[in-house]
């Protein structure tokens, strides 16, 4: 028993070590998890398959409010969605704000997060007109990591929602 709970012990010390801002209490982590919740289903505007979509990008990226992890492209990916800071200037533009203010916004704002998710993916789908490639899209310009991230977005979204998540074509429109 020692041991056991000497090694939790150990292993809890480690991962607040090395991830402080992700340290918070389970009724803390509960909540947050609640406002992103509810983000995702205030940017999906009532589409079911979008909202998934949102859900199945959230999965994989394993964001956080407050998260900016840099990548080895020193390019950093912001909050709850990893919204890439390669994206700041495009959403500063479109929104009419500075790019400060945007990435501020990506890193502490889980709705406008949310919100630029969508924005991305659906001009990515736009763009591709196909859902698939506009989910790779989402991640990477480059086809083989965009075809390895899809594949990876569609795992999450079985396990999320079930094998029958795609048994019903994925519509665009409701």
Request: proline residues 4%; contains cysteine.
């Amino acid at each position: 028993m020692w041991r056991l709970l000497s090694s939790t012990t150990w292993a809890v010390t480690a991962l607040l070590a090395a991830s402080p801002e992700r340290a918070m209490a389970a009724p803390e982590k509960v909540q947050e998890e609640q406002r992103i919740a509810s983000c995702i289903r205030q940017a999906s505007m009532g589409h079911a398959w979008l909202e998934k979509t949102l859900w199945g990008l959230r999965d994989q990226e394993a964001g956080w409010i407050g998260a900016e992890v840099r990548n080895s492209n020193g390019s950093h990916d912001l909050g709850p969605l990893q919204i890439n800071s390669w994206w700041v200037p495009r959403i500063a533009a479109q929104v009419g704000h500075s790019e400060l203010q945007v990435r501020h916004w990506l890193r502490f704002d889980p709705c406008f997060n949310a919100e630029a998710a969508r924005w991305i993916f659906l001009s990515g789908l736009r763009a591709a007109k196909d859902y698939w490639a506009a989910i790779g899209l989402y991640h990477s310009p480059t086809t083989w990591r965009q075809r390895r991230y899809s594949g990876s977005v569609a795992r999450r979204m079985k396990v999320r929602f079930g094998e029958s998540v795609f048994h019903k074509p994925m519509r665009t429109r409701n």
